[in-house]
Structure formats: structure tokens, C-alpha cells
């Protein structure tokens, strides 16, 4: 279908299509294995996921201007003060200089990650060791073995409620280390709806990556 790939040839014993979100289509095979064979096997869905997307693409490029903050779109004004409102979506920014904004946004999602962090792992009866914000490429979040949190900044485009369900992820992560039937049972029983969380969550990450506002937020 004239599609473009890359092949990684790995001793899989299933061979597997990944599709980055920015549309890159990488294939998993053995050696030996077609791999036409598996884009054959496989078209439908990848047709789907490029599909999806492709409609993102569309959906979010109009927005790639604004900031994509709580789930909302702000616009960007030049202004005296550092102001962000909620009610008019708007930012004010002094010189246009983003790194204002992005402090403000680290000081936010570590003031919301200091409370919920504390909150769902006593909940849970976990121990966590220390909460790192970082500006990860390829997740939301991630636990370490040794008990160390790390989570994304781009976490504040999101809805807070989708921003819960990474926070309770990894806090869950710290009774169970994989995606074990145990980890999803323990995220199922704080947040039934995960499974719609994560659609949305792909979402939103396709959003972040035709949005301009976040991708200079990465260079400064
Ligand atoms: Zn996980």
C-alpha cells in the first residue's frame, strides 16, 4: 500500500508492527520472516492507526499556536504581567519568553504531584522514594525498581482527571512493576474507566506533537 517501514529483525517469537506517533511504521520480525507478509497480515489496523492519526493531524493543527494547558487550548498575548486565565483561556507573557511559562508549569505540576503522590500511594499503602519532572520523549511517566517517580511535563496539557490516572498508574506500579492481570486489577479498583483513559491519552499525544508551544518548551 506504498507504505514506508523500517524492519528490526529481532528473535521475536510474535512478529509485531509498531506505530510511533508521529505515523512511523517499524517492524518486529525474526529472521527469515517476510515482511510484507505481516503488513498483508496486519493492513487493517495499521490502515486504522495511521487513519487516526492522519484525522489528529487535522483535528490539532489549527491549535498548534496556543498552549494546550488542563486540557484547553490558551492563546498566547504579549503582556506586562505573567498572567494565566483560566476563564478567558488566555496567557499573558512578558516578552513572549516561554521559559516564564514553562517555571509556572513546573511549579504547578509539582505542586499537584507533591499532594497526589502523597495522597494515592498512602491510599494504596505504597512507599515512593523521590518525584522527578522530567521531559520524557516517549511516556507520560515512568517507576524505577528502586521506587523513584518520574513524570512528564507535557502531564500538564492534559485534563487533571487523565493527569490522575498517570499518577495512580505509576503509584500502582509501586505494588506491581509490570503490567501484571494483579497491576491492572489494583488501576481498575481507583480508576474504573482506564481503558477510555488511555484512548485519550493517545490522544493527547498526538495533540502535543504538531503543537509548536510545546515543542519550543523542549529547546529552552
Ligand atoms: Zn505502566
Not at 494547558?69 to 488566555?90: C, D, H, Q, S, T
Not at 521531559?135 to 493527569?163: D, I
Request: hydrophobic share 40%; aromatic share 12%; charged share 30%.
Amino acid at each position: 500500500m506504498g507504505l514506508n517501514y523500517t524492519v528490526i529483525r529481532r528473535p521475536v517469537k510474535y512478529p509485531r508492527v509498531e506505530i510511533s506517533p508521529t505515523g512511523e511504521v517499524k517492524l518486529v520480525l525474526p529472521p527469515g520472516v517476510d515482511p510484507e507478509w505481516l503488513i498483508e497480515k496486519k493492513r487493517e489496523w495499521i490502515e486504522k492507526k495511521l487513519g487516526e492519526i492522519e484525522n489528529a493531524r487535522k483535528k490539532f493543527l489549527p491549535f498548534s499556536k496556543m498552549l494546550l494547558l488542563n486540557g484547553e487550548f490558551y492563546e498566547i498575548v504579549k503582556g506586562e504581567e505573567f498572567r494565566v486565565n483560566p476563564k478567558f483561556r488566555v496567557v499573558l507573557l512578558p516578552g513572549n519568553d516561554l521559559r516564564v511559562l514553562k517555571k509556572w508549569l513546573r511549579d504547578q505540576l509539582r505542586g499537584e504531584l507533591d499532594f497526589k503522590v502523597r495522597l494515592f500511594s498512602s491510599i494504596l499503602g505504597v512507599k515512593y522514594r523521590r518525584v522527578f519532572i522530567r521531559f520524557q520523549r516517549t511516556k507520560w511517566a515512568s517507576c524505577s525498581e528502586s521506587g523513584n517517580l518520574s513524570f512528564n511535563l507535557m502531564l500538564m496539557a492534559l485534563p487533571e482527571e487523565l493527569r490522575d490516572y498517570v499518577i495512580i498508574h505509576e503509584v500502582a506500579h509501586l505494588k506491581h512493576l509490570r503490567h501484571s492481570p494483579g497491576f491492572w486489577e489494583l488501576v481498575r479498583g481507583y480508576y474504573p474507566k482506564y481503558r477510555e483513559a488511555q484512548k485519550k491519552l493517545r490522544e493527547y499525544w498526538l495533540a502535543l506533537q504538531c503543537n509548536d508551544v510545546w515543542r519550543k518548551f523542549r529547546k529552552i
